[in-house]
T-cell receptor
Framework: KQEVTQIPAALSVPEGENLVLNCSFTDSAIYNLQWFRQDPGKGLTSLLLIQSSQREQTSGRLNASLDKSSGRSTLYIAASQPGDSATYLCAVRHNNAGNMLTFGGGTRLMVKP | NAGVTQTPKFQVLKTGQSMTLQCAQDMNHEYMSWYRQDPGMGLRLIHYSVGAGITDQGEVPNGYNVSRSTTEDFPLRLLSAAPSQTSVYFC????????????FGDGTRLSIL
């Protein structure tokens, strides 16, 4: 059974810092990996999607990498801002009939002004 | 573009009551799914559908029914509510091609007393 782990569970940094969020998964037979942002009381917003054949994706200050063989992905946030405060979730999509997503537990990020 | 719309946003039920959580999307997505989000458990897949008339079970289907009579709507039914079903429920949709990101609604917060 696929298991997805995110470390750290919570992170507090001062504004302006560059930071890295980690995601690991146990089964490398994935179709793709997706990073989401969740604000309190809200749904999930897709940030980046990396196909299994890709190594990284970039969007603005965000960069996500994927090392499928080692079961790891990182989300790099450059020059963090208070508006980046949210919970960040990674999810892997399986190579099975349902193409279901398995989610990690999330990293709760607080960026202090 | 409304995206994925869930109603109601909040609901309190008594044990044994039944209710339907509504989900509608206006993006003509074939794939729709329901997740529940619980503290310490992450998001878990309840049921999913790859198109009108087709549904299948996810990771935690017991106590829930779904149907898909149209492309737009994917309601989730609680047959006899139990306190263990207290959770936040999210509906999601995406095109059938698995390389597309998942779009989420804002969730329904359900409490069973």
């Amino acid at each position: 059974k696929q298991e997805v782990t995110q470390i750290p569970a919570a992170l507090s940094v001062p504004e302006g810092e560059n930071l890295v969020l980690n995601c690991s998964f146990t089964d490398s037979a994935i179709y793709n990996l997706q990073w989401f942002r969740q604000d309190p009381g809200k749904g999930l917003t897709s940030l980046l999607l990396i196909q299994s054949s890709q190594r990284e994706q970039t969007s603005g200050r965000l960069n996500a990498s994927l090392d499928k063989s080692s079961g790891r992905s990182t989300l790099y946030i450059a020059a963090s801002q208070p508006g980046d405060s949210a919970t960040y979730l990674c999810a892997v999509r399986h190579n099975n009939a349902g193409n279901m997503l398995t989610f990690g537990g999330g990293t709760r990020l607080m960026v202090k002004p | 573009n409304a995206g994925v719309t869930q109603t109601p946003k909040f609901q309190v039920l008594k044990t044994g009551q039944s209710m339907t959580l509504q989900c509608a999307q206006d993006m003509n997505h074939e794939y729709m799914s329901w997740y529940r989000q619980d503290p310490g458990m992450g998001l878990r897949l309840i049921h999913y559908s790859v198109g009108a008339g087709i549904t299948d079970q996810g990771e935690v289907p017991n106590g829930y029914n779904v149907s898909r009579s149209t492309t737009e709507d994917f309601p989730l039914r609680l047959l006899s509510a139990a306190p263990s079903q207290t959770s936040v429920y999210f509906c999601a949709s995406r095109p059938l091609a698995s390389n597309q990101p998942q779009h989420f609604g804002d969730g329904t917060r359900l409490s069973i007393l």
